[in-house]
Each structure stands twice: as structure tokens, then as C-alpha cells.
């Protein structure tokens, strides 16, 4: 009996209508979702795309996202054949505009912005012309500029405040907007076991092998062009996490010691509880928490994968002072306590360009109340001499030195031994913050 093919007759048009009816049931969202999991989710209906099939609609929807309102935005001035006042029309804007742009325009943009479109029609070039024709105006006003590089006028003021405190310059600001639309490469922590030479190596070998461009520095490996790494023999043998390299240095900032009893109180999927156990050594113990049990079940199968057995976890909702386990109230309190608090993930826009349409000040205000409970009674479980760390993946200010200062005006017993932005525009990375607390009295 013949086989059937799998592959399409017409994978081009194949293509063309996955790539068509996925952005318009994207569209369709009243909120956006998060885009990679809803992607992942989706192409099940669509078995007939092929993995670059996939790659070149992930890219394509994650350049829309990047440059959505700025499509808005200059459609808006091409139309009126004029440049708009950025911050008057941003404050008008909602994600549903979208829909007042015809889809044909506004991927002319997308590509136009995200440099991919190349000689087009007749309509294509009229914008590309009248666009380099208002390119140095568009550059020299930052309210333009920033709306047209993904980064909302409204939120500059927020960017004021971080860039004073990082002492930018006005270049070095403009950079880090820029930065917001520059993709990431996705990192991998290596774990302990296969930090040798030869086997880091093996694994950088191994990485490449699935046709993706892939360093190793130091002894973290990053990978560029959309290999699914954990689909790899190396990943299931526990050889290495995927994990953004300020992720990485969160846990470094906890300056780890064998032996120490450490609390990562808000685990999730324990990203940083592993990064923790693997500076342990095998020796002294993580206890993870958070708010969802399954989040700490997916923590419990990478926690086996990796084999690491000093990992105990349970759910904590922030709300009470955590009932200390045995071994740790005999020596009254934890070592180190990691709060790697909820917040409004603003740092991870360079990966999740989506995120940036649901941040919201009434949302970064929710946030500030949660990171300040649990900062209070996740504080009272750490030992006299130990140390409290907080770190959020957002660059505002208000969620980060803001929150430590009011903290420490509150509690006498807390000093302030150092607080660093990670990421930002110093390194290709997700943007972080971190702070450690001694406990003084
Ligand atoms: C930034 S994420 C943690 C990421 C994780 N540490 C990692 O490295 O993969 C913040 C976590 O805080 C948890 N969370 C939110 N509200 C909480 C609360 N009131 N108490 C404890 N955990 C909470 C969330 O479920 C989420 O997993």
C-alpha cells in the first residue's frame, strides 16, 4: 500500500492562511495573552506547518508586537501627511485601534520598522519614502522616537527616574528604548556535573548541531535561532536549564556558602531555586514556596531532572510568617531568603514584546502592595546575620529602590549592603534588579 505524504501540496499557501488566521484570532483577544504560550498552544491546529514554518510566523507576530502602535502611529501620520504630537495621540491610544488600520498597511509597517521589507508596491514605497523623508524630525523629538522604537511616550517619565538613578546619559536612554525591540538569545545555566571543559564543549557541540547559532562564554551557552533545546537528549539528562543570564546572577547575588539553609519564597517554577541548589553543593537546603501548587509541581520534576535532592517545596501565600521547618527554627531562621517578587515584568519586554500592552500604572500599583507584604513577613524569618534578598525583573523604579527604601525606613533591624540593576544596557539580557539586606538586630 502507498504511503501517504505528510507534506502539503502547497506549503507556500499553507503558510499564507496559518499566518493569516492566527494574527486575526491573535486579534481577537480583548487581552492579550502571553504570545509564546499562545503560539505554542495554536500551531497544534496547523500540523502542516513545518518547524521554519513556525519560526517565520513566531517572528513575524513578535515583530507586529514590538511594532504595533508605532504601525498605528504612522499610518495616522501618513495619513494626515503630517507628524502627530506623540504624547497627545498616546494618550488616546488603546490596543483596540488596531483595528482601524487595514491588516495590508499595517504589516507594511511592521516590516518596514522591523527592516524586512525590501522593494513592494506602490503603496509600500510611498511609506517608505514618506518615512526616510521624516526620519531625522521623527529621531530628534524622544516622544516620536521612543513611540516609534515600541516604547510608549507616557511611560518616559518612568524612564527619567531610572535613567537619573543610573546616571544615562540622554544617548544612553535612548539606547535603552532602542534596546526594548531588540531580541534576546535564549541562555542555558550549565549545570555542576557538566562544567568541565570537554563537556561544556559536547554540549555547545550538541547545540549546534540543531542548526542554531550558539556561544559559550564563561560557562553559559546562548542559543539564536529558535531551536526548541529542551526537545534535546542534553536537556532531558538534566545537563543544562534555560535561564536569562540576570536570572543567572540573582542567584550569585545571594553569595552562597555549602551548608546554608536558603528560602526562595516566591519559587514559581524554580528557576532561581535551582541556580540556588547547584551553588550549594549538595550541601544545606532550599525550601521553595509560592502562591500556586503547580507551578512548584513543574519545580519538582526539573528539581529531579537535575537531580538535586536538598529541595523542599510547599505553598505560601505572603500573607503570615512562614512556620519555619525544624531544622531551621533550631538555628532561628534562614541563612538567606530570596523574595523573587511578583511584579510588572516591565525587564522582560526585550523577550516578551507583548508584555509591554499589559503594563499598566493600575497594575504596577497591585504589584507594589503584594512585593510589600510579602517583603514584610517574608523579612522575619531571616537569621540575625543572614541576608534578605529582593529582586524583581522590572527596571521602575518605584518596584525596586523605591520599595527597598521604604522597606529599610520601616525596619531598623535591615541594612542595605547593595542594590544593582542587572541587564539594562550594560548586557544582552532580560533587565533585573536585585538588592541584599543583613540583618543587623
Ligand atoms: C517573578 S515570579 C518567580 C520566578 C521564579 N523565582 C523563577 O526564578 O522562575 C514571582 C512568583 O511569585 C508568585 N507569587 C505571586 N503572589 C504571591 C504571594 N502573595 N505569595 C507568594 N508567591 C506569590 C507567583 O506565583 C510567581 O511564581
Redesign the pocket.
Known amino acids: 500500500m502507498k504511503r501517504r505524504s505528510k507534506k502539503s501540496p502547497h506549503p507556500q499557501l499553507n503558510l499564507v492562511v496559518a499566518k493569516k488566521q492566527l494574527w486575526q484570532e491573535w486579534l481577537s483577544q480583548s487581552k492579550f495573552k502571553p504570545l509564546d504560550r499562545w503560539l505554542k498552544q495554536s500551531f497544534k491546529k496547523y500540523p502542516n506547518l513545518t518547524r521554519e514554518d513556525k519560526l517565520k510566523v513566531s517572528n513575524d507576530m513578535f515583530s507586529a508586537m514590538r511594532y504595533m502602535q508605532a504601525a498605528c502611529y504612522l499610518e495616522s501620520c501618513y495619513q494626515a501627511q503630517s507628524l502627530l504630537n506623540a504624547l497627545l495621540w498616546d494618550k488616546e491610544w488603546k490596543q483596540d485601534c488596531i483595528h482601524e488600520i487595514p491588516t495590508k498597511e499595517f504589516w507594511q509597517w511592521v516590516y518596514l520598522l522591523a527592516d524586512k521589507s525590501g522593494p513592494g508596491t506602490k503603496s509600500e514605497n510611498d511609506r517608505q519614502n514618506w518615512f526616510l523623508k521624516n526620519r531625522v524630525q521623527i529621531n530628534d523629538n524622544i516622544e516620536t522616537y521612543a513611540l516609534v522604537n515600541g516604547f510608549r511616550p507616557q511611560w518616559l517619565n518612568l524612564l527619567k527616574q531610572r535613567s537619573l538613578l543610573q546616571a544615562w546619559s540622554a544617548e544612553q536612554s535612548r539606547q535603552f528604548i532602542k534596546q526594548q525591540n531588540i531580541h534576546l538569545p535564549i541562555y542555558l545555566r550549565i549545570n555542576q556535573e557538566y562544567q568541565q571543559a570537554d563537556c561544556l564543549h559536547h554540549i555547545l557541540h550538541h547545540i549546534k548541531q540543531q542548526g542554531v547559532h550558539a556561544d559559550l562564554y564563561k560557562n553559559v551557552i546562548s542559543v539564536d535561532g529558535g531551536t526548541d533545546v529542551q526537545r534535546t537528549e542534553l536537556y532531558n539528562k538534566g545537563a543544562f536549564e534555560i535561564q536569562d543570564l540576570a536570572?543567572q546572577q540573582i542567584a550569585e547575588a545571594l553569595s552562597l556558602k555549602p551548608g546554608f539553609k536558603v528560602w526562595?519564597?516566591?519559587?514559581?517554577?524554580?528557576?532561581?531555586t535551582l541556580a540556588i541548589a547547584q551553588l550549594l553543593a549538595g550541601k544545606g537546603s532550599v525550601t521553595a514556596t509560592?502562591?500556586?501548587q503547580y507551578?512548584l509541581d513543574e519545580l519538582k520534576k526539573r528539581a529531579k531532572r537535575g537531580q538535586y535532592h536538598n529541595v523542599r517545596s510547599f505553598v505560601?501565600?505572603?500573607q503570615s510568617k512562614l512556620r519555619l521547618p525544624n531544622d531551621v527554627k533550631q538555628q532561628a531562621g534562614f541563612d538567606r531568603v530570596l523574595i523573587?517578587?511578583?511584579?510588572t515584568s516591565a525587564g522582560t519586554w526585550r523577550r516578551n514584546p507583548d508584555a509591554r500592552w499589559r503594563f499598566s500604572l493600575e497594575d504596577t500599583a497591585e504589584q507594589l502592595s503584594?512585593q510589600k507584604q510579602?517583603l514584610e513577613n517574608a523579612c522575619l524569618s531571616v537569621r540575625l546575620g543572614g541576608y534578605l534578598v529582593y529582586a524583581t525583573?522590572s527596571w521602575q523604579v518605584s518596584e525596586n529602590e523605591a520599595q527597598v527604601a521604604e522597606f529599610l525606613a520601616h525596619h531598623e533591624n535591615f541594612r542595605l549592603q547593595s542594590q544593582t540593576l542587572l541587564g539594562g544596557i550594560a548586557q544582552q539580557s532580560d533587565t533585573m534588579f536585585v538588592a541584599v539586606m543583613e540583618r543587623v538586630k
Open positions: 536570572s526562595d519564597a516566591c519559587a514559581g517554577a524554580g528557576g532561581k509560592d502562591l500556586h507551578k505560601w501565600d505572603g523573587d517578587a511578583p511584579c503584594i510579602i525583573c
